[in-house]
């Protein structure tokens, strides 16, 4: 039994093995019948097209030639031209298919004080309406949407900008359009019923909403600068609005809106290119008020060259400020109080941003976390400390001759005089116990808020036209890392003692029945602790 098992077992396994070299005899045959040169016939077979889209290893026809970001150092340079009427050009090529291009002008509410105060106010509203070549300003718009495009226009004290964002390919018609918009507006009677229209429309809503900031800004400009130059309201008094004409803006555009008071800057556009066409729109073609026939009186004023006077000072207005409709909140009262400040082109300026940053603050109900301003000194000593205080907020405006640095709080009306008695003690402690951790945390907050905003292609616009205006040349971001990475301690002592030795600045609206007087808040200032004298006759309102 056992010897028949084993010869069943041995001739399964001769079985197998005359079957596997079989397959390797079939296998060596194939593999030596196609090593000839049938192989190769085979392998040449013509392809077979399987679809209509274009093969992958091919450009597509059509389309132009791509073009890659690059980093080399002469491209990130900001290019500057002058041309023959003074007019400047500025342009900071970019990666990418679109591009923001505009106007920055001289120009602005700081200017006005031969004019009723309201010109800038009114231009920003009057603006990308119909011009001479778009008398219908719907044309106007639709050609800028044919090349994804959108515009705006922003008025403050010192500047005036008209931009726009649009495709690259669309460059000269979007130059054509801020050329029309900002020298050859039409401005007609239409036009300015209805920019009367919205301004009132809008000094009514600032009335009815809650917050405040807007009106503040006014109010505390007209304190620390008393009727002078940046003093001026930025906003339309109600009492001008039926004052100003069109004679009256046209006046004022021939006079501010100058070649020489004008840099047309653009981002993500080759400089030629930008050059050709500002040459083409702007001073090929005479503005309007170059035209305009001899029965309309468009007279030559002065400009005001005058350097701004700090005066400091207080404003206030007694009123009801509505509350917030959702959570309950109680009605509060505002205070600002200011300080003189450095402009742009001083050597303390950048120590002054320094030292805002480091006093922060914000909102009470704000969001934070690192990196948010939960640090800031605003937050620590004062938001974190008074649960009646819903917001104190530092902020530093900049201008060419001046600047002013203040302290923005809010708390309802039975701890108005507490608020002001703490943002003084803040004012007065900001060159004290100054730590390493919140210097540090400070400049490297500044460096990435920079670092930050400039990577939107509409504030680099803005900084390329701002910077080029007030100097003539843009400074390399780099640069202000450098400047700010210097900044140490006894810098910030320095600026913080020189905001103090100046007169303050103090506005104030809602409920103001427990204000102090400035008289207070000035004793409040010499005082090295802060601290407030006591008694009711400095009370503002008895």
Known sequence: MALQTGYKLSRALFQKNQLWNSQKNIENCLIKQYTSTEWKNLSERPKIKVTDMP?????????PRPVYANFKEEDQKTKVTILSNGLTVASENRFGAFCTVGVVIDSGSRY????????SHFLEKLAFNSTKFYPDKDDMINRLEQHGGI?????????????????????NDVIQLLAEATLRPNITNEELLNAKQAINFELETLNMRPEQETILM???????????????PKLCPQENVNKISRNMLLTYLKNHYTPKRMVVAGVGVEHPKLVDAVQKYFVDIKPVWAEIQNSETIK????????????????????????????????????????????????????????????????????????????????????????????????????????????????????????????????????????????????????SMLLMNLESRPVMFEDIGRQVLASGQRRRPRYFINEIEKISKDDIVRV??????????????????????LEYIQAGLIDSEGRMPSGRKLLLFR
């Open 496 to 517: 913080a003692r020189r905001l103090l030795s100046s007169q303050p600045a103090v506005a104030a609206r809602g409920d103001l029945r427990k204000m102090p007087s």
């Open 218 to 232: 006014d109010m505390i400009h007209a304190a620390a600068y008393s009727d002078n130059t940046l003093g001026l």
């Open 112 to 119: 006005e004080v031969a004019y009723p105060s309201g010109i």
């Open 55 to 63: 093969p992958m290893d091919e450009p597509v026809k059509g389309l």
């Open 300 to 447: 030559d004023v002065n400009v005001d060259n005058s350097v701004s006077q700090y005066t400091g000072g207080l404003v206030h207005e007694e009123c009801e400020i509505p509350q917030f409709a959702s959570a309950g909140l109680p009605v509060l009262s505002h205070v600002v109080i200011g300080l003189e400040s450095c402009s742009h082109q001083d050597k303390d300026f950048i120590a002054t941003c320094v030292l805002n940053i480091m006093m922060g603050g914000g909102g009470s109900f704000s969001a934070g976390g690192p990196g948010k301003g939960m640090y800031t000194r605003l937050y620590t000593n004062v938001l974190n400390r008074y649960h009646w205080m819903y917001s104190a907020t530092a902020c530093n405006h900049a201008y060419s001759d001046s600047g002013l640095f203040c302290i923005h709080a809010s708390a309802p009306p039975t701890h108005l005089r507490d608020m002001v008695e703490v943002v003084v003690k803040e004012l007065v402690g900001m060159p004290k116990n100054i730590t390493d951790e919140e210097l540090r945390r400070a400049k490297t907050q500044l460096q």
């Open 151 to 171: 515009c705006d226009s922003q008025a403050s004290r010192d500047t005036f900008i008209y931009a726009a964002s649009a495709y690259t390919s669309g460059l």
